[in-house]
């Protein structure tokens, strides 16, 4: 079977501008390189607003740290008279390795649907970027249609057109645990995480469901983690409020199963 490396991943959000990020970097780094506690095994990504990564990738880079990190949003567009966007070559020249699409933010506050995400995605993939294509369902849909109908529909749309060979991740983020301190379960997680991976066997192949990386996001803390990386189906988590505390967010990174 194909060895998932898991993914814990900071979504900043609208928080820490370039010169705390430069200081939540470097902390970060240092406790992550605390001899005691070993991360070999996982691969830590933090999400800053645009206006910090140059600052992190200068960081990054002179200190080669092991850091991932990638931008929140992309434009679907490549260039051109698209005020206030960011294109996806801009992102990779500053060494971004991935890029969030289709947030649950985005989604109701910028009223972004399946068709953009879909084009964001096949942009991303373009400029060499990792899209982490976000879905989930409300309460309502949860309640109406149960819980994997609606990430299914919105996965299935995201991945159309693209290549069996893309490099992708998925977080599964049920909109009612987002922020809310409710997370699913880890029986929830699995659930809907194994119907993704059909979607990505049936759409993209047996070797790209294989070797995708499924992430669980909503209220994840250092105190649950352990529960959503024991599912077969979940390789890491996209988490939000406790990744902007130092201390939280690495003990999340050093969860122990
Ligand atoms: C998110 O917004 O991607 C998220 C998972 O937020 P939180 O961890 O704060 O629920």
Redo the contacts with the bound molecule.
């Keep these: 079977a194909v060895k998932r490396v898991p993914l814990l991943a900071g ?1 900043w ?1 609208m928080n820490l501008d370039h010169l705390q990020a430069i200081a939540f970097v470097q902390k970060l780094a240092w406790t992550l390189k605390d001899a005691d506690h070993d991360v070999a095994d996982a691969e830590v990504a933090v999400f800053p607003p645009f206006t910090d990564l140059r600052s992190v990738q200068t960081l990054v880079a002179a200190d080669k740290l092991p850091i991932a990190y990638g931008a929140q949003d992309l434009s679907a567009q490549d260039s051109g008279a698209f005020t206030g966007e960011i294109s996806g070559s801009f992102l990779a020249q500053l060494d971004c390795t991935y890029v969030i699409i289709g ?1 649950s933010e985005r989604r109701t506050l910028h009223a972004e649907d399946d068709a953009q995400v879909k084009a964001k995605t096949a942009a991303a993939v373009k400029h060499g970027l990792v899209p982490v294509i976000c879905v989930g369902e409300t309460a309502e849909d949860l309640a109406e249609q149960g819980p994997s109908a609606v990430p299914v529909a919105q996965l299935t749309t995201a991945l159309e057109g693209l290549d069996s060979s893309a490099d992708i991740v998925v977080a599964y ?1 049920p909109v009612w ?3 809310s301190g409710q997370a699913a379960t880890p029986d929830q997680a699995e659930q809907v995480a194994a119907a993704l991976r059909e979607v990505i066997r049936s759409v993209l192949g047996e070797d790209a469901a294989a070797r995708t990386r499924i992430l669980y ?4 803390k250092s105190s649950n983690i352990a529960g959503f990386m024991r599912e077969p189906n979940v390789d890491g988590a ?5 990744s902007l505390d130092v201390a939280e967010f690495s003990s999340i990174v050093r969860f122990q199963k």
Excluded: C, Q, R, T
């Design positions: 979504n959000k947030h983020e645990a987002i922020g996001g909503g209220s994840v996209l988490i939000g409020g406790a």
